[in-house]
């Protein structure tokens, strides 16, 4: 195992940890509520498109699209799903943003929040 996967293996234990102790789904609802407002306003003016949270946690910004083609890509979904609600209405996939399970061009918007710091390299 190298280095880098050690570290990226950790780093995911700790994020869970972290999940399942202090679900912090208010501050987590409140600062992504201003993210999607600033989408809305700035970026995506249609409803209803297809959507990729790259390292949605477990309150990502894809709650707040709308429409059927929402999908949630993070390491952790499995973990995720079982602490919250995040299920509802979306597709969720395990895995990880340096190989992506989707051919190109799959989603007409892909957002990512706070992943870059979880990233293996």
Same mark, same amino acid.
């Given at each position: 195992?190298?280095?880098?996967?050690? +570290?990226?293996?950790?780093?995911?234990?700790?994020?869970? +940890?972290?999940?399942?102790?202090?679900?912090?789904?208010?501050?987590?609802?409140?600062?992504?509520?201003?993210?999607?407002?600033?989408?809305?306003?700035?970026?995506? +003016?249609? =409803?209803?498109?297809?959507?990729?949270?790259?390292?949605?946690?477990?309150?990502?910004?894809? /709650?707040?699209?709308?429409?059927?083609?929402?999908?949630?890509?993070?390491?952790?979904? =499995?973990?995720?799903?079982?602490?919250?609600?995040?299920?509802?209405?979306?597709?969720?996939? /395990?895995?990880?943003?340096?190989?992506?399970?989707?051919?190109?061009?799959?989603?007409?918007?892909?957002?990512?929040?706070?992943?870059? =710091?979880?990233?293996?390299?």
């Amino acid at each position: 195992m190298t280095t880098d996967n050690l +570290r990226w293996r950790l780093a995911q234990e700790h994020e869970k +940890r972290h999940w399942e102790k202090r679900p912090r789904k208010q501050r987590s609802d409140e600062v992504l509520r201003d993210y999607y407002k600033f989408f809305k306003k700035f970026l995506v +003016r249609e =409803d209803n498109l297809s959507v990729l949270d790259v390292g949605s946690g477990p309150f990502g910004m894809i /709650n707040y699209f709308q429409g059927d083609a929402r999908c949630a890509l993070d390491p952790l979904v =499995d973990d995720y799903s079982k602490i919250t609600e995040m299920t509802s209405g979306k597709a969720l996939v /395990n895995g990880v943003a340096e190989n992506l399970p989707f051919i190109d061009g799959s989603f007409d918007i892909v957002v990512s929040t706070n992943a870059i =710091d979880h990233v293996m390299k």
